[in-house]
């Protein structure tokens, strides 16, 4: 299911611009544990792949590799073509966002600040420009009206939200997310995963760390299936929830759905 970027879920919301991302043979170590071994996908542009997978499996420590959070030990990532080795970390950083389960944001500044900070800070635009900056992509996420909210004035899904429009401030090409509704309330989670696969419909590329099965199977263009620090089977949602072929995928479903 490949979508076109000029589709739009609401009609108003801008397309993004998503890049291919492409890994081969990435493998990440701590010390001489490795836990991510010969990893291999492709992620074509304005897709959405949901790499799913037992506790400790290696899929943040995967992430944290795609974006050079942690370096590869082996393997090859490239963002539209490029290797991603080649890159200056900071510049990498900003071409792939990361949202996190837990979305640290300033306690102390308002929600236009939060996101206002990297695009001024880290970027250099002037203050001024990266507000604007920041108050479209608050709008984006549908939060415009608490621009002037602190973190505290705002619920766990407001937050994660906030912490997404911090990542799309810096106009990524490629999302990477990372369990990012593990830590909100039940009732919260629906809602950021509509914005997390509208996102998607918009042409964001995206790669989404997630234990909900149920976006996996309506969000994803392709499902990636790890355990133990290796890729054990990927296919389209319905292969993979469908039609799982390896024993392990199929214990893991009987586990979680
Ligand atoms: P997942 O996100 O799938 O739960 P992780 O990438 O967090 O898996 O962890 C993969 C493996 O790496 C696990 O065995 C975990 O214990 C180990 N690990 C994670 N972080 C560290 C670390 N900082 N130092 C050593 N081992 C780690
Ligand atoms: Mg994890």
């Not at 944290?64 to 073509?81: D, F, M, Q, T, W």
């Not at 760390?209 to 890729?231: I, L, P, S, W």
Request: charge should be neutral.
């Amino acid at each position: 299911m490949t979508r076109t970027p000029s589709s739009s879920a609401t009609g108003e919301a801008p397309a993004f611009r998503g890049a291919s991302l492409e890994l081969s043979g990435v493998s990440l170590a701590y010390g001489s544990f490795e836990v991510v071994r010969e990893v291999g996908f492709t992620v074509e542009p304005g897709t959405t792949t949901c790499v799913i997978g037992p506790s400790g499996s290696g899929k943040s420590t995967l992430l944290r590799g795609i974006n050079r959070l942690h370096e590869p030990k082996s393997g090859e990532v490239l963002l539209a073509g490029e290797p991603a080795s080649a890159m200056a970390p900071e510049r990498l950083r900003q071409r792939i966002g990361l949202v996190f389960q837990h979305f640290n944001l300033f306690p102390d500044h308002t929600a236009l600040d939060n996101v206002a900070l990297a695009p001024w800070k880290v970027k250099g635009l002037p203050r001024g420009q990266a507000r604007e900056r920041a108050a479209r992509a608050l709008a984006d996420v549908g939060l415009a009206e608490r621009a002037g909210h602190r973190p505290r004035d705002l619920s766990g899904g407001q937050q994660q939200r906030v912490a997404i429009a911090r990542a799309l401030a810096m106009e990524p090409e490629v999302m990477l997310f990372d369990e990012a509704t593990s830590a909100l309330d039940p009732e919260l989670v629906k809602g950021v995963l509509t914005l997390m696969a509208g996102l998607g419909e918009r042409g964001m590329t995206m790669v989404v760390v997630t234990h909900e099965m149920g976006f996996a199977r309506r969000a994803a263009d392709q499902v990636v299936f790890m355990d133990e620090g290796e890729v054990v089977e990927k296919g389209t949602p319905d292969e993979i929830f469908g039609n799982p072929r390896s024993p392990r995928l199929r214990r893991f479903l009987a586990e979680v759905l």
